[in-house]
């Protein structure tokens, strides 16, 4: 990006805050310098300055013409080392996640949002024993139990020699094949608590600045008096106080013409971005239930035999563990159950004993189970297949009646508020929600697919002759609703393709009259107007998602009555009907088994790559730029909210820079760094954001963050925030399809946040100017524009001027004239 043009030259000390969006960036693009260096921050995140620029704070004669530049680089906290490939395996529960944040606002129904929390947090469960019982299909039923309790098959293959039936060894019998077996799931829960316990450790414990307090500003002249406190809902007993959750007054209580009283939204409670301890309760309660689901696969099978044959001791000790299994599955729901987040300040408590001893007795308990297992059971033999098809079938039961009280709960938050902007009428987090389980189904049911494909040897599970593996019927009959989807999205996707044509033959005289060309060239014409037709796809999204996730929850539900009707494939169930429908039910499963198996081969691959490529991880990386902004709050094995890393940095350096110099400051943001820099100032003190600026352009604020989390970024919130902060500016393009305007309309004296759309490209054809033809910019290079500088001026002129700095006692200028307790920001070396 090229450097912005000088700032105005009056006001004093101004500091510009670049903040860069998805996909990453580096300080010379930023600064538009190759010679730049690291002014704070680590190798993850840090905010750079050109070199000439280092000292900018001793030399402040230097700067009366120009503002400071300085960038925010965070695209490493998305895409640094090769271990973020492994977060690939973590995107059901990262779009699980994002249900929770989705919920429609409301006012006065805690109840209602305590629910919606609760609900979410139980289908993120779900999703934890999805994985974890795929894990077991494929090592404990189709491994160690099937396949090498079948000659044909241990034969083939050498490495499962040593379990094989026939050979008669120590590790032959099925107890202490599933006993050892099990050790690959339960060494995936721990990888899991691993990563998580990780992450949590460098993301979740970033604390944001301490000078804010809830309550004294609860206190304070500033604060309003609001009829109901905006804070969480979900709040735990001791934050019962905080009222029901919602992010600010509603859109005819919103002033924006008064910067005082505020309500604090959600976003801007000193809470929101440290979930510690509500991620460390959760993640405590996952790893139980997976060591838990794991326990009880492994004891089922040996369970069934010992009462078969009236093994007394052994059956005490089995429906014993079973029991126990039962107990501890009550505790870990009353945990997920019980408390939500907590954000009306700072909550550093930790449940220390709850957060140890769950997962560890859940382990004990798995260890009991492997040497009930492993116990000695001469005359025992595997034959059949582990009860695979009831726990599935549960499962997507389970999944899909949670949905459907979850959109229950949504259509009566929307209605009590509506909004026509609102994704799918406030059914946005429930149809996410069914996509986090699609997600899953698919994952899991295309490695057990692909195991069993590889273990049995035949081209499709379950259909050939004397197969010695198959994988669980209900898992072949979803995989054979997946091209029955593919052909329902054949209709929606062809009518958006017919509607963009003909947006674009009716954009051509807009675009025309736009750009006042007295000479059109038909072809130019025709590709502006076909972007930003294309552009305006973006907003048929939700359309698109709700079909996908309402044809999901049907075909999902039709699968399982099939599966349970017939205990059969789909292929064989329709053995004997019509030659077409049999014809066609056996090319459905085939073609679908294929299909799930190569989405998992994808997976796979693409993790490979990213792992070892850093621009392909950069790649993966936008997809966790925009689905990893949202705390953890429903999955703690979901991949890390880097804005809890991010938030706090912005404010950080926003509130030092200010204290310190007393100067104007301006953050602008592009596309995702709009976002994160919202976001900031929302954590802003009152006295810090009246000298702030904020500058978005290219942003998703409205188009998709109000759309689709209307609670946290719907209109206002967005208001609360323009009435807030000093002045905020918005450019956009008509032909980006990710940025769009924030719709927050002037009012007094302050002017609309919203821009006129800016021409993209900057100019129709050749002109002196603009010799060669320029090209469509879309999403990027907003900078080039001359609209960008020429915002950033007027916002500077509009700040009020730099506070005098005084010399402290310390000997430090503070423009408060105190010793200033924190730092510009300067690098030390």
Same mark, same amino acid.
């Given at each position: 990006?090229?450097?912005?043009?000088?700032?105005?030259?009056?006001?004093?000390?101004?500091?510009?805050?670049?903040?860069?969006?998805?996909?990453?960036?580096?300080?010379?693009?930023?600064?538009?310098?190759?010679?730049?260096?690291?002014?704070?921050?680590?190798?993850?995140?840090?905010?750079?300055?050109?070199?000439?620029?280092?000292?900018?704070?001793?030399?402040?004669?230097?700067?009366?013409?120009?503002?400071?530049?300085?960038?925010?680089?965070?695209?490493?906290?998305?895409?640094?080392?090769?271990?973020?490939?492994?977060?690939?395996?973590?995107?059901?529960?990262?779009?699980?996640?994002?249900?929770?944040?989705?919920?429609?606002?409301?006012?006065?129904?805690?109840?209602?949002?305590?629910?919606?929390?609760?609900?979410?947090?139980?289908?993120?469960?779900?999703?934890?024993?999805?994985?974890?019982?795929?894990?077991?299909?494929?090592?404990?039923?189709?491994?160690?139990?099937?396949?090498?309790?079948?000659?044909?098959?241990?034969?083939?293959?050498?490495?499962?020699?040593?379990?094989?039936?026939?050979?008669?060894?120590?590790?032959?019998?099925?107890?202490?094949?599933?006993?050892?077996?099990?050790?690959?799931?339960?060494?995936?829960?721990?990888?899991?608590?691993?990563?998580?316990?990780?992450?949590?450790?460098?993301?979740?414990?970033?604390?944001?600045?301490?000078?804010?307090?809830?309550?004294?500003?609860?206190?304070?002249?500033?604060?309003?008096?609001?009829?109901?406190?905006?804070?969480?809902?979900?709040?735990?007993?001791?934050?019962?106080?905080?009222?029901?959750?919602?992010?600010?007054?509603?859109?005819?209580?919103?002033?924006?013409?008064?910067?005082?009283?505020?309500?604090?939204?959600?976003?801007?409670?000193?809470?929101?971005?440290?979930?510690?301890?509500?991620?460390?309760?959760?993640?405590?309660?996952?790893?139980?239930?997976?060591?838990?689901?794991?326990?009880?696969?492994?004891?089922?099978?040996?369970?069934?035999?010992?009462?078969?044959?009236?093994?007394?001791?052994?059956?005490?000790?089995?429906?014993?563990?079973?029991?126990?299994?039962?107990?501890?599955?009550?505790?870990?729901?009353?945990?997920?159950?019980?408390?939500?987040?907590?954000?009306?300040?700072?909550?550093?408590?930790?449940?220390?004993?709850?957060?140890?001893?769950?997962?560890?007795?859940?382990?004990?308990?798995?260890?009991?189970?492997?040497?009930?297992?492993?116990?000695?059971?001469?005359?025992?033999?595997?034959?059949?297949?582990?009860?695979?098809?009831?726990?599935?079938?549960?499962?997507?039961?389970?999944?899909?009646?949670?949905?459907?009280?979850?959109?229950?709960?949504?259509?009566?938050?929307?209605?009590?508020?509506?909004?026509?902007?609102?994704?799918?009428?406030?059914?946005?987090?429930?149809?996410?929600?069914?996509?986090?389980?699609?997600?899953?189904?698919?994952?899991?049911?295309?490695?057990?697919?692909?195991?069993?494909?590889?273990?049995?040897?035949?081209?499709?599970?379950?259909?050939?002759?004397?197969?010695?593996?198959?994988?669980?019927?209900?898992?072949?009959?979803?995989?054979?609703?997946?091209?029955?989807?593919?052909?329902?999205?054949?209709?929606?996707?062809?009518?958006?393709?017919?509607?963009?044509?003909?947006?674009?033959?009716?954009?051509?005289?807009?675009?025309?009259?736009?750009?006042?060309?007295?000479?059109?060239?038909? #072809?130019?014409? &025709? +590709?502006? $107007?076909?972007?930003? %037709?294309? /552009?305006?796809? =973006?907003?048929?999204?939700?359309?698109? *998602? !709700?079909?996908?996730?309402?044809?999901?929850?049907?075909?999902?539900?039709?699968?399982?009555?099939?599966?349970?009707?017939?205990?059969?494939?789909?292929?064989?169930?329709?053995?004997?009907?019509?030659?077409?429908?049999?014809?066609?039910?056996?090319?459905?499963?085939?073609?679908?088994?294929?299909?799930?198996?190569?989405?998992?081969?994808?997976? #796979?691959?693409? &993790? +490979?790559? $990213?792992?070892?490529? %850093?621009? /392909?991880?950069? =790649?993966?990386?936008?997809?966790?730029? *925009? !689905?990893?902004?949202?705390?953890?709050?429903?999955?703690?094995?979901?991949?890390?909210?880097?804005?809890?890393?991010?938030?706090?940095?912005?404010?950080?350096?926003?509130?030092?820079?200010?204290?310190?110099?007393?100067?104007?400051?301006?953050?602008?943001?592009?596309?995702?760094?709009?976002?994160?820099?919202?976001?900031?100032?929302?954590?802003?003190?009152?006295?810090? +954001?009246?000298?702030?600026?904020?500058?978005?352009?290219?942003?998703?604020?409205?188009?998709?963050?109000?759309?689709?989390?209307?609670?946290?970024?719907?209109?206002?919130?967005?208001?609360?925030?323009?009435?807030?902060?000093?002045?905020?500016?918005?450019?956009?393009?008509?032909?980006?399809?990710?940025?769009?305007?924030?719709?927050?309309?002037?009012?007094?004296?302050?002017?609309?946040?919203?821009?006129?759309?800016?021409?993209?490209?900057?100019?129709?054809?050749?002109?002196?100017?603009?010799?060669?033809?320029?090209?469509?910019?879309?999403?990027?290079?907003?900078?080039?524009?001359?609209?960008?500088?020429?915002?950033?001026?007027?916002?500077?002129?509009?700040?009020?001027?730099?506070?005098?700095?005084?010399?402290?006692?310390?000997?430090?200028?503070?423009?408060?004239?105190?010793?200033?307790?924190?730092?510009?920001?300067?690098?030390?070396?």
């Amino acid at each position: 990006m090229p450097p912005a043009t000088p700032a105005p030259k009056s006001g004093g000390a101004a500091l510009e805050l670049l903040v860069h969006g998805v996909g990453g960036a580096t300080p010379r693009d930023m600064l538009g310098d190759p010679r730049t260096v690291r002014v704070t921050g680590d190798t993850t995140a840090a905010v750079h300055r050109r070199s000439a620029d280092a000292d900018a704070e001793d030399h402040p004669e230097r700067y009366a013409e120009r503002p400071v530049a300085e960038a925010y680089v965070w695209s490493n906290l998305t895409s640094g080392n090769g271990a973020r490939a492994l977060w690939l395996l973590l995107l059901p529960f990262m779009v699980a996640n994002l249900a929770h944040w989705m919920r429609p606002p409301t006012k006065g129904h805690p109840r209602l949002v305590r629910a919606y929390g609760m609900l979410v947090r139980l289908v993120a469960l779900t999703l934890t024993v999805l994985l974890t019982a795929a894990a077991c299909e494929v090592a404990l039923d189709l491994t160690a139990w099937q396949c090498a309790g079948s000659a044909a098959c241990a034969e083939d293959r050498s490495w499962l020699g040593f379990l094989s039936a026939e050979r008669g060894g120590w590790w032959s019998q099925p107890g202490r094949r599933l006993a050892l077996a099990a050790l690959v799931p339960a060494a995936l829960v721990g990888l899991l608590w691993y990563l998580s316990n990780r992450t949590w450790s460098a993301y979740e414990a970033q604390r944001p600045p301490t000078g804010y307090d809830e309550d004294a500003y609860a206190d304070s002249a500033e604060a309003p008096k609001p009829e109901a406190d905006p804070g969480d809902a979900e709040a735990d007993p001791e934050d019962a106080d905080a009222g029901p959750e919602d992010t600010g007054a509603d859109p005819e209580d919103a002033h924006v013409d008064s910067p005082a009283p505020e309500v604090r939204p959600a976003l801007g409670r000193p809470g929101f971005w440290f979930g510690r301890r509500l991620v460390a309760r959760l993640r405590a309660a996952h790893t139980a239930v997976g060591f838990l689901i794991v326990a009880a696969a492994v004891t089922g099978a040996a369970a069934r035999h010992d009462r078969e044959a009236s093994g007394i001791l052994l059956d005490a000790f089995g429906r014993s563990l079973q029991a126990a299994y039962v107990v501890l599955a009550a505790v870990v729901l009353w945990v997920v159950c019980r408390r939500g987040r907590s954000e009306k300040r700072l909550d550093l408590r930790l449940e220390r004993a709850l957060v140890s001893w769950l997962p560890c007795t859940s382990l004990l308990l798995l260890a009991l189970a492997l040497v009930h297992a492993g116990w000695s059971r001469p005359g025992w033999r595997s034959s059949g297949t582990l009860p695979g098809d009831a726990t599935f079938g549960v499962l997507t039961l389970a999944q899909g009646g949670l949905v459907v009280v979850l959109g229950a709960v949504a259509f009566l938050l929307h209605r009590r508020r509506h909004d026509p902007r609102t994704a799918l009428h406030g059914l946005g987090g429930p149809a996410v929600a069914m996509l986090a389980c699609a997600l899953g189904g698919v994952m899991s049911g295309g490695v057990a697919q692909r195991v069993a494909d590889w273990l049995d040897g035949r081209p499709t599970p379950g259909m050939g002759a004397g197969s010695t593996v198959a994988p669980p019927v209900l898992l072949s009959w979803q995989a054979s609703v997946i091209p029955v989807l593919l052909l329902l999205l054949l209709a929606p996707l062809a009518l958006l393709l017919v509607r963009t044509a003909r947006a674009a033959r009716r954009l051509g005289p807009v675009v025309e009259a736009d750009y006042g060309t007295q000479d059109p060239d038909p #072809v130019r014409t &025709g +590709r502006i $107007a076909a972007t930003r %037709a294309t /552009a305006a796809l =973006t907003d048929a999204a939700p359309a698109l *998602v !709700g079909t996908v996730s309402g044809a999901t929850l049907l075909l999902g539900a039709g699968s399982v009555v099939g599966a349970w009707a017939s205990g059969n494939v789909p292929g064989r169930a329709f053995d004997g009907a019509h030659p077409a429908i049999a014809s066609t039910a056996a090319t459905a499963q085939a073609l679908g088994s294929w299909m799930i198996g190569f989405g998992f081969l994808l997976f #796979v691959t693409w &993790g +490979r790559r $990213a792992y070892k490529d %850093a621009s /392909a991880r950069r =790649t993966i990386g936008i997809l966790w730029d *925009v !689905g990893t902004f949202w705390p953890r709050a429903a999955h703690p094995f979901a991949p890390p909210c880097y804005a809890e890393r991010a938030v706090p940095d912005l404010t950080w350096r926003m509130s030092s820079w200010t204290r310190h110099t007393g100067g104007r400051l301006v953050i602008s943001g592009h596309s995702q760094g709009s976002v994160l820099a919202a976001a900031a100032v929302w954590q802003l003190p009152p006295v810090t +954001r009246s000298r702030v600026a904020l500058l978005t352009y290219g942003s998703p604020l409205e188009r998709l963050y109000g759309r689709w989390f209307p609670a946290y970024f719907g209109p206002a919130p967005l208001r609360a925030l323009y009435g807030t902060i000093h002045c905020w500016s918005n450019l956009y393009r008509a032909t980006d399809p990710i940025g769009g305007p924030v719709r927050v309309s002037a009012s007094g004296e302050k002017p609309a946040v919203d821009n006129a759309p800016l021409l993209d490209p900057v100019a129709y054809g050749r002109t002196p100017e603009h010799p060669l033809p320029e090209p469509i910019l879309g999403h990027s290079d907003y900078q080039a524009d001359p609209a960008f500088a020429a915002e950033r001026s007027l916002l500077l002129d509009r700040l009020p001027p730099a506070l005098p700095r005084q010399r402290g006692g310390d000997g430090r200028d503070d423009a408060n004239g105190q010793a200033d307790q924190g730092s510009s920001g300067r690098s030390s070396g």
